[in-house]
């Protein structure tokens, strides 16, 4: 089976109506989305204030199964002409599996999900929490514990999310613990422990209870996320702190909060910064 897709720029204030007018000619579905070359500022956690204006034009999508007549859509669309495109119909309970492709690390350390599993990956299942390998901010992490770990050795994942890292680490042989305010997340990482049959422990432990000394600390966090904890995260590191997760734009504020500490690396892509300091 196949769709006929619509898609027809307008500006806001006519797309409620247009969306309207399309579901009464049998659209069985409605999509807003950005036109091309349009630039969105989104309200960031650090952002205060209201929330930056929606773009003034939306790219409005439509699905049929039948295609309806031009003269009848061109009239829902206020005589505007729309784009049409022919759609293969997938079986997308499958298809958007294809997207978490293994993540090759090193020759030692390989991410990837269930089905996509070989033989000595760390096997994690997307959906359950951030952290699947596939972003550029826990890759610039993934490759810093892959140079910096030393079996035996303790690794501090703090926001562990997934915990990836703390399981990237365990698998390299550290001593790895994770941490994380979201209860879900911690549940979640405890299970790809178990799965992975990897020795990391994971828990909601604020830095602040935590006493033993981390050879390596890896934070995938906001800029001022690591900087507000930055003296905790100074504290608890006895080695290396590799920080990502750091937008462009912010990364002063990482730099200023680890003032003193010898920046190791510097690696900037796609718009974001990781940081890898030593303390000793």
């Known amino acids: 089976m196949g769709w006929h897709a619509l898609a027809v720029s307008l500006p806001r204030p006519e797309v409620a109506r247009a969306g309207k007018a399309l579901l009464e000619l049998g659209a069985t579905g409605l999509q807003e989305d950005v036109p091309p070359g349009t630039t969105v500022r989104y309200k960031q956690p650090?952002?205060?204030?209201?929330?930056?204006?929606?773009?003034?034009?939306?790219?409005?999508?439509?699905?049929?199964?039948?295609?309806?007549?031009?003269?009848?859509?061109?009239?829902?669309?206020?005589?505007?002409?729309?784009?049409w495109e022919e759609v293969v119909d997938t079986d997308w309970s499958d298809g958007w599996k294809q997207h978490f492709q293994p993540v090759q690390v090193s020759d030692r350390l390989v991410i990837a999900a269930p089905w996509h599993a070989v033989p000595g990956a760390v096997v994690i299942e997307p959906g359950n929490a951030?952290?699947?390998?596939?972003h550029v901010t826990t890759r610039a992490c993934l490759a810093a514990i892959d140079r910096l770990a030393v079996p035996g050795q303790r690794c501090l994942d703090v926001g562990c999310g997934s915990g990836i890292l703390a399981l990237a680490a365990a698998k390299l042989?550290?001593?790895?613990?994770?941490?994380?305010?979201?209860?879900?997340?911690?549940?979640?990482?405890?299970?790809?422990?178990?799965?992975?049959?990897?020795?990391?422990?994971?828990?909601?432990?604020?830095?602040?209870?935590?006493?033993?000394?981390?050879?390596?600390?890896?934070?995938?966090?906001?800029?001022?996320?690591?900087?507000?904890?930055?003296?905790?995260?100074?504290?608890?590191a006895r080695g290396n702190l590799a920080f990502a997760g750091i937008?462009?734009?912010?990364?002063?504020?990482?730099?200023?909060?680890?003032?003193?500490?010898?920046?190791?690396?510097?690696?900037?892509r796609e718009g974001w910064v990781a940081l890898v300091y030593a303390v000793a």
């Open 130 to 134: 951030f952290g699947t390998g596939d």
């Open 173 to 236: 042989g550290m001593s790895a613990h994770g941490t994380d305010i979201d209860p879900d997340a911690v549940a979640a990482a405890r299970e790809a422990a178990r799965l992975n049959g990897l020795a990391a422990s994971f828990d909601e432990s604020p830095l602040s209870r935590l006493e033993v000394p981390y050879d390596l600390v890896v934070a995938n966090l906001y800029a001022e996320v690591i900087a507000d904890l930055a003296p905790e995260l100074r504290r608890l």
């Open 247 to 268: 937008l462009a734009d912010r990364a002063h504020l990482v730099e200023t909060a680890m003032s003193g500490l010898r920046l190791v690396e510097r690696d900037e």
């Open 46 to 83: 650090w952002d205060k204030g209201r929330a930056p204006r929606p773009p003034a034009v939306v790219l409005l999508r439509a699905w049929f199964e039948r295609r309806p007549a031009e003269a009848a859509v061109r009239a829902a669309l206020g005589g505007r002409e729309p784009a």
